[in-house]
């Protein structure tokens, strides 16, 4: 590296490449810690121009909620959100079941569900009351070269061209991350093979509060609880079928959508729009490398089974500005080691719990069948097993942020 910069470290603003949910949130957190931050977003700053502001229902966890309203996002998200007070997991043609229910857990809600687009309104207006944020949207990073402690990202906006120097440097670009690609970070990939439908229905039945998960042969299959008796539909095909189901029409649709589901809700009706998304499990090998690391699905991506892909992604962005809060030296060395040592039980266990989900609940294997009702039946019915259940499912694992903790029950 050569000296191109006699700047104190800590007086040179943190660079954020990615504008998405987790990279917003990453944004908002420092500036409330009274860091100085840069974000660098291909999308322009409007809701319907960021893909990841989409039609997702996005089923957030109770720490997750803790965490938006310890930055000030829950605030302009809460009107919109549909609490979760029961969930229920079972899978087709096995007995057995796993319900968690709120009261039973000494809490208001297990979770919360949202539309990603009212989310991402919500962090466009926090983002709006932001200070000690520098936003470049639409921009590009063109280059990134290392210097005397830190990078020089070249940044191409609509306008101009402008040049930063970073003591730490954030990838926060999604799967398909140019920042873990130019660090050198490999990643460990895997196809799932299925594609993921979303979209609303309605249900014959009031949803009073419930999520349902229902694991099967070609994948889980969700309904998530909105406002206005309408529900969130998580419908997961094989990647083969996908093309298929994209050119049903709503009645082939919501009829393939009751198959898979059952009746618990009665007759559903009225199909949304319908967004496919393909699945796969992307892994960085490392978190971090000189004066860079990364952070949501740069970091990690997983698969959408038990919705944990913003939560993990948030938790990394929290615990990140929690430890650069006051750090004389926001990319040093030692700090980006303690940083991945201590986001490693949480991404670990988070990233084992989806991937052996699918690999388990979904494969359609008869000697299985018995051990995995059994195992429902336990979580379902053993309160230490359920409480840890439960605790996980609302986020509460390894080493949480601080920001997470201050409704923990």
């Given at each position: 590296?050569?000296?191109?910069?006699?700047?104190?470290?800590?007086?040179?603003?943190?660079?954020?490449?990615?504008?998405?949910?987790?990279?917003?949130?990453?944004?908002?957190?420092?500036?409330?810690?009274?860091?100085?931050?840069?974000?660098?977003?291909?999308?322009?700053?409007?809701?319907?121009?960021?893909?990841?502001?989409?039609?997702?229902?996005?089923?957030?966890?109770?720490?997750?909620?803790?965490?938006?309203?310890?930055?000030?996002?829950?605030?302009?998200?809460?009107?919109?959100?549909?609490?979760?007070?029961?969930?229920?997991?079972?899978?087709?043609?096995?007995?057995?079941?796993?319900?968690?229910?709120?009261?039973?857990?000494?809490?208001?809600?297990?979770?919360?569900?949202?539309?990603?687009?009212?989310?991402?309104?919500?962090?466009?207006?926090?983002?709006?009351?932001?200070?000690?944020?520098?936003?470049l949207a639409p921009a590009r990073v063109e280059s990134l070269e290392p210097v005397a402690d830190g990078?020089?990202?070249?940044?191409?906006?609509?306008?101009?061209?402008?040049?930063?120097?970073?003591?730490?440097?954030?990838?926060?670009?999604?799967?398909?991350?140019?920042?873990?690609?130019?660090?050198?970070?490999?990643?460990?990939?895997?196809?799932?093979?299925?594609?993921?439908?979303?979209?609303?229905?309605?249900?014959?039945?009031?949803?009073?509060?419930?999520?349902?998960?229902?694991?099967?042969?070609?994948?889980?299959?969700?309904?998530?609880?909105?406002?206005?008796?309408?529900?969130?539909?998580?419908?997961?095909?094989?990647?083969?079928?996908?093309?298929?189901?994209?050119?049903?029409?709503?009645?082939?649709?919501?009829?393939?959508?009751?198959?898979?589901?059952?009746?618990?809700?009665?007759?559903?009706?009225?199909?949304?729009?319908?967004?496919?998304?393909?699945?796969?499990?992307?892994?960085?090998?490392?978190?971090?490398?000189?004066?860079?690391?990364?952070?949501?699905?740069?970091?990690?991506?997983?698969?959408?089974?038990?919705?944990?892909?913003?939560?993990?992604?948030?938790?990394?962005?929290?615990?990140?500005?929690?430890?650069?809060?006051?750090?004389?030296?926001?990319?040093?060395?030692?700090?980006?080691?303690?940083?991945?040592?201590?986001?490693?039980?949480?991404?670990?266990?988070?990233?084992?719990?989806?991937?052996?989900?699918?690999?388990?609940?979904?494969?359609?294997?008869?000697?299985?069948?018995?051990?995995?009702?059994?195992?429902?039946?336990?979580?379902?019915?053993?309160?230490?097993?359920?409480?840890?259940?439960?605790?996980?499912?609302?986020?509460?694992?390894?080493?949480?942020?601080?920001?997470?903790?201050?409704?923990?029950?």
């Open positions: 590296m050569t000296n191109s910069s006699s700047q104190p470290a800590a007086t040179r603003p943190v660079l954020i490449v990615g504008g998405g949910l987790v990279g917003a949130s990453l944004a908002i957190a420092l500036d409330a810690a009274g860091i100085d931050a840069v974000m660098v977003e291909a999308a322009a700053p409007r809701i319907g121009d960021q893909p990841s502001y989409d039609e997702r229902n996005l089923a957030l966890a109770r720490a997750t909620v803790n965490g938006l309203t310890a930055i000030g996002v829950w605030k302009h998200a809460a009107a919109q959100a549909t609490p979760i007070h029961h969930i229920h997991v079972t899978r087709a043609g096995e007995f057995g079941s796993v319900q968690m229910d709120a009261a039973r857990q000494g809490v208001d809600a297990l979770g919360w569900t949202l539309p990603a687009r009212e989310l991402g309104a919500a962090l466009l207006r926090r983002l709006d009351e932001c200070t000690r944020l520098r936003r990078w020089r990202a070249r940044i191409q906006t609509r306008d101009e061209v402008v040049e930063i120097e970073t003591p730490l440097l954030v990838g926060a670009d999604g799967t398909a991350s140019f920042v873990r690609e130019r660090l050198g970070i490999e990643a460990d990939r895997h196809d799932y093979r299925q594609t993921l439908f979303v979209c609303t229905v309605t249900p014959e039945r009031d949803h009073a509060q419930r999520a349902y998960e229902r694991f099967a042969d070609h994948g889980p299959i969700a309904l998530l609880p909105l406002a206005n008796r309408r529900c969130g539909l998580v419908l997961t095909v094989p990647q083969a079928e996908a093309k298929a189901v994209e050119a049903m029409d709503d009645e082939a649709f919501i009829a393939l959508a009751q198959e898979r589901f059952g009746w618990r809700l009665g007759r559903l009706s009225r199909p949304g729009k319908r967004h496919p998304y393909a699945i796969q499990r992307v892994a960085a090998r490392s978190l971090v490398s000189t004066r860079a690391v990364l952070v949501g699905n740069a970091a990690q991506t997983v698969h959408p089974i038990g919705a944990q892909g913003f939560n993990l992604g948030l938790r990394d962005a929290l615990t990140l500005a929690e430890m650069l809060t006051d750090a004389p030296d926001p990319g040093s060395d030692d700090l980006l080691a303690n940083y991945a040592a201590r986001r490693a039980p949480d991404r670990d266990g988070t990233m084992a719990m989806s991937h052996g989900l699918v690999q388990l609940a979904c494969l359609p294997q008869p000697l299985l069948a018995p051990l995995r009702s059994l195992a429902m039946l336990a979580f379902d019915r053993l309160p230490p097993l359920q409480r840890l259940l439960a605790r996980r499912g609302m986020g509460f694992r390894g080493e949480p942020p601080k920001a997470v903790l201050e409704r923990l029950p």
